[in-house]
């Protein structure tokens, strides 16, 4: 997962509201988001690694992670970033999991009205997340990167509209223009084919956007899952869409 637009208890219809793009490469064997039926989570799944880069869980928790650039290559005798997800997902408390061992990662955790922001470099980092509107990419969270900028900027948009269908927010995360805002990253990408400055949708026939995702969760807890494919040409090969229910607690709550 490498760039993201999160609306967290900001909007007085959506508690939550994240539109996503998975950057991988093409050649990295995945599954479609479905309903795994061995823990009871909605994600796709990495066939590599057998975890996730995003997901849902019906007791009511989310987790996403990116990488971090700027690190060096990953080691390869380090446990797979994804494992992290699914724990998330099915209940592991953020603050017992030992991310060091991990490498460069950043995480957003979601259980019932509690969000957090993980990272472990340059040096481990748990904190819990207000109300707002955050981005991430493959830096710091909220780093103004241009695609993060607008990512971020097309989310507000769709908040400040009727904001009634989610499933729009696909065709912003289908665009390949390179933002003039922001500033550029300051290392390089750790994979050759992306450039350090890059459109939300990248388009590479190795290494490219293989998934768009949005998530959106009402007050009541009525939740929609919406994935969308590509092939390595950057042409859309297949959408899924999943519905799901969280449960309600007297302290969770929306914008007002």
Same mark, same amino acid.
């Given at each position: ?29 995945? %599954? ?5 039926? /061995? ?35 990953? *080691? ?9 997800? &699914? *724990?998330?997902?099915?209940? &592991? ?24 922001? +993980? ?25 103004? $990167?241009?695609? &993060? #900028?607008? #990512?971020?900027?097309? +989310? ?7 904001? /009634? &269908?989610?499933? #729009? ?8 223009? +390179? ?28 290494? *490219? ?9 009402? *007050? ?11 092939? %390595?040409?950057? /042409? ?9 229910? $969280? ?10």
């Amino acid at each position: 997962m490498c760039v993201l637009a999160m609306a967290w208890q900001a909007h007085p219809r959506w508690r939550l509201v994240i539109a996503a793009n998975r950057e991988e490469f093409h050649a990295r064997p995945a %599954a479609p988001l479905a309903r795994w039926q /061995d823990s009871g989570l909605l994600a796709g799944r990495d066939l590599q690694s057998g975890g996730t880069w995003l997901g849902v869980s019906e007791r009511g928790r989310c987790a996403v992670v990116t990488n971090l650039r700027g690190f060096g290559s990953p *080691g390869q005798d380090r446990p797979s970033r994804g494992g992290l997800v &699914t *724990g998330l997902l099915k209940g &592991t408390d953020p603050d017992s999991m030992a991310i060091d061992a991990y490498n460069p990662v950043n995480l957003i955790a979601i259980d019932g009205d509690r969000a957090r922001f +993980l990272s472990n470099r340059p040096a481990a980092l748990h904190t819990s997340l207000g109300s707002g509107l955050y981005g991430l990419s493959n830096g710091a969270l909220d780093e103004p $990167w241009p695609k &993060t #900028l607008r #990512l971020k900027s097309i +989310l507000l948009d769709w908040l400040m509209g009727p904001a /009634d &269908t989610p499933e #729009l927010l696909l065709e912003g995360l289908r665009e390949e223009a +390179l933002p003039d805002i922001g500033l550029d990253p300051v290392q390089p990408s750790d994979v050759p084919q992306e450039p350090n400055h890059s459109p939300i949708f990248i388009r590479n026939p190795v290494y *490219g956007t293989r998934c768009s995702s949005v998530i959106a969760v009402d *007050g009541e807890g009525r939740g929609l899952f919406v994935e969308r494919r590509f092939t %390595a040409a950057g /042409d859309a090969n297949g959408d899924t869409t999943l519905p799901f229910c $969280w449960p309600v607690h007297p302290g969770d709550s929306v914008a007002s």
